[in-house]
């Protein structure tokens, strides 16, 4: 994607507002396709570029991976706005991830006591963990028992599966929808209702494959 940047006006900028503002105008991307692209809404956005609201850091490590955005710059507005290193590449010949019993609810609290035991296999995602799953929210595409493994750093599209953490910290399996302007999240076990997504959910990443025990 092509980016116009202009040194002087990437350096006076004091608020973290500003500067997701700035990033977002060099990508010339309007509100509404950016926030899309993050898996928020645009009035959240739009309050974030403003100063109104905080992004968590979920957020904005998904914006430094999709982007390729320098968190230092990001964080305090030194240095260039894009880091100068290529992006990661999202998959290795073999990755090994930490396998969670339960889903993790923050990215930033990946506790080690947690972790059951690691799990590796050519093409995982690198940067991504797995976890049990149980629940029959997600039957019949996911069900209790399977090994979920869920990639972060990238945004979902709609029809995506995503771990989203809600507002009272619980981590839970959901469809991503988008609906004109707004966010759905919805259980693909038709027994429960979909929800608008608003400012405490968050989303921890996508799951990008399913391992299900079969019985012989």
């Given at each position: 994607m092509n980016r116009?940047?202009?040194?002087?006006k990437f350096?006076?900028?004091?608020?973290?507002?500003?500067?997701?503002?700035?990033?977002?105008?060099?990508?010339?991307?309007?509100?509404?396709?950016?926030?899309?692209?993050l898996g928020i809404?645009?009035?959240f956005l739009c309050a974030i570029e403003k100063g109104k609201k905080t992004p968590s850091d979920t957020l904005?490590?998904?914006?430094?991976?999709?982007?390729?955005?320098?968190?230092?710059?990001?964080?305090?507005?030194?240095?260039?706005?894009?880091?100068?290193?290529?992006?990661?590449?999202?998959?290795?010949?073999?990755c090994e991830i930490p396998l969670f019993k339960d889903p993790p609810t923050s990215l930033d609290k990946l506790n080690p006591v947690n972790i059951t035991a690691s799990i590796s296999m050519p093409g995982l995602p690198a940067g991504s963990f797995a976890f049990e799953y149980s629940g029959d929210f997600m039957s019949p595409s996911i069900r209790d028992g399977d090994i979920v493994i869920v990639q972060t750093g990238t945004a979902p599209a709609t029809g995506d599966i995503v771990?989203?953490?809600?507002?009272?910290?619980?981590?839970?399996?959901r469809r991503y929808?988008?609906?004109?302007?707004?966010?759905?999240y919805s259980a693909d076990n038709s027994s429960y209702a979909p929800f608008k997504s608003d400012s405490n959910i968050s989303i921890l990443g996508t799951v990008h494959t399913v391992w299900r025990k079969i019985k012989t």
């Amino acid at each position: 994607m092509n980016r116009e940047i202009q040194d002087d006006k990437f350096n006076d900028l004091h608020s973290l507002g500003d500067r997701v503002r700035a990033i977002r105008k060099s990508l010339k991307m309007t509100q509404k396709a950016f926030a899309a692209s993050l898996g928020i809404v645009q009035s959240f956005l739009c309050a974030i570029e403003k100063g109104k609201k905080t992004p968590s850091d979920t957020l904005l490590i998904a914006a430094q991976h999709k982007y390729n955005i320098d968190p230092a710059w990001l964080e305090n507005g030194k240095g260039e706005p894009f880091a100068v290193a290529p992006p990661v590449p999202s998959t290795t010949l073999s990755c090994e991830i930490p396998l969670f019993k339960d889903p993790p609810t923050s990215l930033d609290k990946l506790n080690p006591v947690n972790i059951t035991a690691s799990i590796s296999m050519p093409g995982l995602p690198a940067g991504s963990f797995a976890f049990e799953y149980s629940g029959d929210f997600m039957s019949p595409s996911i069900r209790d028992g399977d090994i979920v493994i869920v990639q972060t750093g990238t945004a979902p599209a709609t029809g995506d599966i995503v771990l989203i953490v809600g507002k009272w910290g619980e981590a839970y399996l959901r469809r991503y929808r988008i609906r004109g302007e707004d966010i759905y999240y919805s259980a693909d076990n038709s027994s429960y209702a979909p929800f608008k997504s608003d400012s405490n959910i968050s989303i921890l990443g996508t799951v990008h494959t399913v391992w299900r025990k079969i019985k012989t």
